[in-house]
DNA sequence: GCGACGATTGGCT
DNA sequence: GCCAATCGTCGCC
């Protein structure tokens, strides 16, 4: 079973309950992913928004590219991109359950709590050795790609998380009753 | 050429 | 709850 990357809105909530896995050195580390956003280049909060530059050509390549920036100097995030190329869309993976390759996890993010590992798009990307490499990659034609959809219980639709434009569109998705959901949630 | 800022996190008051 | 860390990209002087 493979997600429906057509459209970002489309593609946040279908690629809930699908693994992320990253091979590093041989060994595969993941999770379940448990809460995406949504971001299209007409939204005012989107990387790709005005149009498209260095920074976020990435976006505005095929459905299934990754796009990896960096934010505030300091951490990594990481999108899979939707829709046809040029569309300038893309979803931000932003927390996962641990399943796989948890002690390399807990080697990366120097903390054993397993609900801190990956509840954050920069945690994830810490604990999973997500860096800038991958920016521009594909998700079937590199290090990182996705593994099995698992059954979702409830999906949650709300608000966005730390932005300043656009705050009020309701494209963040999350599964209800997961502990692994990123903290600094404004409900 | 230079300055302001961000799809975050963790440590301190 | 508040704020500093830290740097690539972009917009403006």
Redesign the pocket.
């Known amino acids: 079973m493979s997600p429906n990357l057509k459209s970002a809105l489309e593609a946040a909530p279908s690629l809930l309950g699908f693994e992320l896995i990253h091979t590093v050195d041989g060994v595969d580390i993941g999770g379940i992913i448990v809460e995406t ?1 949504a ?1 299209d280049m007409h939204d005012p ?4 928004y ?1 149009g498209e ?4 050509a990435s ?1 505005y390549k095929e459905a299934g590219t990754i ?1 990896v ?7 990594y ?1 990481v ?1 899979i991109v939707t829709g046809n190329k040029g569309h300038g869309q ?1 979803v ?1 993976i ?1 927390a996962l359950e641990p399943t796989i390759g948890l002690e390399a996890m807990k080697a990366n ?1 120097g ?1 054993k709590a397993l609900k ?1 590992l990956t ?6 990307t ?1 604990a999973l050795g997500i860096g800038p490499g991958l920016n521009g990659r594909h998700i079937g034609n590199s290090s990182l790609r996705l593994g099995d959809k698992h059954p979702v219980a409830d999906i949650t639709q709300t608000t ?6 656009a705050a009020d569109l309701p494209w963040r998705f999350y599964v209800t009753s997961s502990p692994f959901v ?3 949630v404004s409900v």
């Open positions: 956003e971001y909060a989107s990387h790709a005005g530059r260095i920074r976020n976006l796009y920036y960096l934010i505030y100097g300091i951490h995030c999108n893309g931000l932003r993010r903390t801190n509840n954050g798009p920069g945690k994830l810490q966005r998380i730390g932005i300043t434009k990123s903290s600094r």
